[in-house]
């Protein structure tokens, strides 16, 4: 697992997919502090080291990356995690419901993923 504050490649996600699944990176994002944690196994793994680093619960998001898919693609990010499911903050799904939460995720995606 790797914690990113600052820039990650595609070819460098493309190997971690290789690695773990094949075509898909799994990631956390926090949506506050601007960082993602990547390359585990489970969103859950991922959600414990960014709340250890100074994370807080509402601010981590689980998607995936995948990195083989053109970068402009829509579905180079899918938002699907179990730990999204949120009903205090109105977030019943999955998914992420909430279109600012998209676009703040997709928006840190494109800082940390040029």
């Not at 998607?63 to 699907?80: L, Q």
């Amino acid at each position: 697992m790797k914690i990113i504050h600052d820039k990650i490649s595609t070819a460098e996600l493309k190997e971690m997919a290789q690695t773990m699944f094949g075509n898909l990176v799994k990631a956390v994002v926090d949506i506050k502090l601007e960082k993602m944690a990547v390359d585990a196994e489970l969103h859950s793994d991922e959600e414990a080291a960014l709340l250890e680093n100074g994370s807080r619960q509402e601010d981590l998001w689980g998607i995936n990356i995948y990195p083989e898919i053109d970068r402009n693609a829509p579905d180079f990010i899918e938002f699907d995690s179990i730990i999204n499911l949120r009903p205090r903050q109105n977030n019943r799904c999955r998914g992420v419901e909430d279109p600012e939460t998209r676009k703040k995720i997709t928006a840190l995606i494109d800082k940390l993923i040029p």
